[in-house]
């Protein structure tokens, strides 16, 4: 059977901040159709690898494609193929979430009538309709993943690329979204998506990535990297769980 394009690519990216390298020669494969899940610790390199892997941030090395199109030196192309929910979403604050969706799916070069009703659609199914009126910067921080989100989808990407997206998002609306990607990932998009919730994980991905100090350190279908036990323990087994240092605070005990 040929070789499939890969959604994602990434081939020994890598990312310097001063001394310290926060992203390590990493190579990932994202296959077509797959709901990939990127885990790993605080400050393991998750975010800053997909903002390189999306041409969000320069790389030091190495690079990435989308379908096979290259992020640096093929931006249009490889852009128009995907949604992105960045960490620390800058959004335009002084628009109202449908502003915000009209503005960017102009930009996108959407025609108007499509945009509208789009918005629409989305505004409604986030359950974004009653802040219609609302500025972006009056939202919460769940209403800005939610309308960060909405403007991931608009265009109708291949590829999903999402930083942490159920972060202090509610139940009910988290609900909402898995029931979204799954739609998405069963229409044909693929979907990469970082989180520290191993169980959420579990759950929607069929593939899964653990990042530790820059570094992939297991990769592939989600049955083969936890094998017999929980993706919890399989990634507490590979990050080093005996780092933990909590029987230290001893001022802690009554
Ligand atoms: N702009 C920056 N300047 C300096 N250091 C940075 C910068 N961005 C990230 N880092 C460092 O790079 C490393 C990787 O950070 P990154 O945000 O990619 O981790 P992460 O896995 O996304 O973490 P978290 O789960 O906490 O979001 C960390 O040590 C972080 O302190």
Same mark, same amino acid.
């Given at each position: ?69 290259? !992020? ?7 852009? /128009? ?37 789009? /918005? ?54 988290? /609900? ?8 998405? !990932? ?12 191993? /169980? ?55």
């Amino acid at each position: 059977m040929p070789q499939q394009t890969p959604a994602l690519e990434i081939r020994a990216l890598t990312k310097r901040f001063g001394d310290k390298v926060a992203v390590d020669a990493v190579d990932l494969d994202v296959p077509p159709g797959s709901f990939f899940g990127l885990v790993g610790q605080n400050g393991a390199g998750k975010t800053t690898t997909l903002s390189m892997a999306v041409g969000l941030l320069r790389p030091d090395g190495g690079g990435a494609r989308i379908f096979g199109a290259d !992020v640096w030196a093929a931006p249009t192309q490889a852009k /128009a193929l995907v949604g992105v929910l960045p960490d620390g979403l800058a959004m335009p604050e002084r628009l109202t979430g449908r502003e915000a969706l009209t503005y960017l799916g102009l930009l996108r070069g959407l025609p108007k009538d499509v945009v509208a009703r789009r /918005a629409d659609e989305l505004l409604d199914v986030l359950e974004l309709d009653t802040a219609e009126r609302t500025l972006i910067i009056e939202y919460s921080t769940g209403m800005r993943k939610k309308i960060g989100l909405a403007t991931a989808l608009l265009h109708a990407p291949r590829l999903l690329v999402l930083d942490e997206p159920f972060e202090a998002v509610d139940p009910v609306s988290a /609900a909402t979204i898995k029931t979204i990607l799954r739609g998405f !990932v069963a229409g044909g998009g693929s979907i990469v998506l970082s989180s520290h919730v191993m /169980a959420l994980v579990e759950q929607l991905c069929d593939h899964v990535a653990v990042v530790d100090a820059g570094r992939v350190v297991a990769a592939g279908p989600l049955d083969d990297v936890r094998g017999a036990q929980s993706l919890e323990d399989t990634f507490v087994g590979l990050v080093g769980g005996e780092r933990t240092g909590v029987k230290e605070l001893s001022w802690l005990s009554r």
